[in-house]
């Protein structure tokens, strides 16, 4: 029997509730003046939603405890948001060769095709351990992702290897550095500024992927996975961790309402969805004594939001600084003078 199979393909029943149960979750979202705690709910309500659904057609599509199911990416750290691409990759044994096994193939086919089914927009890669670490060691970005994997379903043992091969393979101090490159690069296609227009809240300066390269640092350093494990590690403040909550919060909030307005993925606070961002959070227009406009409620909006991305951009450049010369030092490298 080939690695990875239990038993021949048979069609799994159809996962409509998905659909369904998204949806009702949405209108309800778009109903309520969503909070910190209510946006944070929201984000464990749909990855939770898509883990149960995604585990009960791997467990429909007969694959038996030789392979694992792992969320990678966004998905792998739990925050889903509703038009989030879910991200997934089919951890399969050494040995194991869908291009020459026929039934394998079927089985990941029809896998991935009933998760379309569903209504889950899956972005899914097939590969061994081995094929997973080549990947990663060409491609940062792929690096990244697993980097965050979680396993949903399948092998325990499997992921274990895969976790304890992929961290002895992983270079902490490389890695940061790819990665500040990397942002440095992305500042710059969004015009190297927290203050534009028409911000993207997710990839433009100051915007959640800033807060996204600490985490990422941190968890390649071996510090941690929580703002709190950089006050434990002496990196960071009981101010800075608190603020780094509260701008995230903020961030994520943006974010989670301009999917919400627009129906569909957009990080992008264009002007056309300002207003009813705005109005998602509870904000009006503001007016003088005699009835005059004093301050739209986009405005209100904006202001909101261009101090929390200022607060981030200066909080991201003082923890990779301090994250960076820790790398160094266990390096036995001195931290560079400039370039931060």
Known sequence: MSPGLAQPVATAPPAASY????????????????????VDGALRHLTLLTDDTLRSLWQACGFDGTCALLAVGGY????????????????????????RDAALRERIESFIGQCWD?????????????????????????????LEARRIAGSRTLFA???QRF?????????????????????LKY???????????????????DLHIIGWAMRAAGIGQRWDDLARAGLATALEVRQLRRNEALLARVRMHLHLVAGR??????????????????????????????????????????????????????????IEERLRAERGEPAPRCGR
């Open 265 to 322: 993925r957009e990080d992008r606070l264009v002007f056309d969805l300002q207003g009813a961002v705005a109005a998602s959070f509870g904000l009006a227009d503001r007016t003088t004594p005699d009835g005059r406009l004093a301050l739209r409620a986009s405005e209100l909006l904006m202001r909101r939001y261009y101090w929390a991305a200022k607060a981030v951009v200066q909080l991201n450049q003082i923890l990779l600084q301090v």
């Open 19 to 38: 659909r369904q149960d998204k949806q009702a979750l949405l209108a309800r979202l778009r109903h309520v003046a969503l909070s910190t705690r209510s």
């Open 76 to 99: 792998g750290r739990a925050e889903l948001f509703p038009y989030s691409d879910v991200d997934v990759l089919l951890l399969l044994p050494e040995g194991a060769d869908p291009a």
């Open 161 to 163: 290897r895969f976790e």
């Open 167 to 187: 961290a002895a393979a992983l270079d902490a101090l490389d890695f940061f550095v790819a990665k500040r490159l990397e942002m440095r690069q992305r500042h």
């Open 118 to 146: 569903a209504g889950l927009e899956i972005g899914a890669s097939v590969r061994t351990v081995a094929e997973s670490l080549q990947t990663a060691a060409a491609d940062v970005t792929v690096q990244t992702a697993l």
């Open 191 to 209: 015009e190297d500024t927290p203050y534009a227009l028409e911000p993207n809240c997710k990839e433009s300066p100051g915007g959640l992927r």
